[in-house]
T-cell receptor, first 115, second 116 residues
Framework: GAGVSQTPSNKVTEKGKYVELRCDPI?????LYWYRQSLGQGPEFLIY????????DSGLPNDRFFAVRPEGSVSTLKIQRTERGDSAVYLC?????????????FGPGTRLTVL | AQKVTQAQTEISVVEKEDVTLDCVYE???????LFWYKQPPSGELVFLIR??????QNEISGRYSWNFQKSTSSFNFTITASQVVDSAVYFC?????????????FGTGTRLLVSP
């Protein structure tokens, strides 16, 4: 079946602009995660959804970052007033939602470049 | 706090050599999970293994093997008879157990280059 998909694959924007990054999880996966991977680093947790609700958003760096998952499937990560330091690859992962024994399946990521 | 350290930034080997990727972790939890993921040039992280803190038995899967030693807080990964297709960045990760979800804490990764 289809894996996790993310659009766009690349996004270039100017400092101060607003961007939206989209994640389509594997069908039937109730858990969805966003991570951010800076150059040369491992992915860092941003937010976790179980169904429609954000169960843990402790990794969001500040209030310019927000994510939604209104119907419990597709999720959008929104970044307001982008800064050059937001440049990174944003990864989405989904899983069955069976708790800490889940296997997370990752998408290819969206590479965000803020000029 | 949880932390994963992968001290090897990059390793280069020639095909058919064996290679070990090191992973050292820190956690105050008594129960936890450890993982290895592979990130090929395409960028998608590929799950390789999950090991729980109760089980220190080594695991082998084809050319891959994992050595978990709680006494040294290490979870090392060995590839036997490496192949060019093994070239990728490999990440070790840690998560807490029984939290209702899986919040992965990753190391900085080790880039493995296998040349023909």
């Amino acid at each position: 079946g289809a894996g996790v998909s993310q659009t766009p694959s690349n996004k270039v924007t100017e400092k101060g602009k607003y961007v939206e990054l989209r994640c389509d999880p594997i069908s039937g996966h109730t858990a969805l995660y966003w991570y951010r991977q800076s150059l040369g680093q491992g992915p860092e947790f941003l937010i976790y959804f179980q169904g429609t609700g954000a169960a843990d958003d402790s990794g969001l760096p500040n209030d310019r970052f927000f994510a939604v998952r209104p119907e419990g499937s597709v999720s959008t990560l929104k970044i307001q007033r982008t800064e050059r330091g937001d440049s990174a690859v944003y990864l989405c992962a989904s899983s069955l939602g069976q708790g800490s024994t889940d296997t997370q399946y990752f998408g290819p990521g969206t590479r965000l470049t803020v000029l | 706090a949880q932390k994963v350290t992968q001290a090897q930034t990059e390793i280069s080997v020639v095909e058919k050599e064996d290679v070990t990727l090191d992973c050292v972790y820190e956690t105050r939890d008594t129960t936890y999970y450890l993982f290895w993921y592979k990130q090929p040039p395409s960028g998608e992280l590929v799950f390789l293994i999950r090991r729980n803190s109760f089980d220190e038995q080594n695991e082998i899967s084809g050319r891959y093997s994992w050595n978990f030693q709680k006494s040294t807080s290490s979870f090392n990964f060995t590839i036997t008879a490496s192949q060019v297709v093994d070239s990728a960045v490999y990440f070790c990760a840690l998560s807490r157990m029984n939290t209702g979800f899986q919040k992965l804490v990753f190391g900085t990764g080790t880039r493995l280059l296998v040349s023909p």
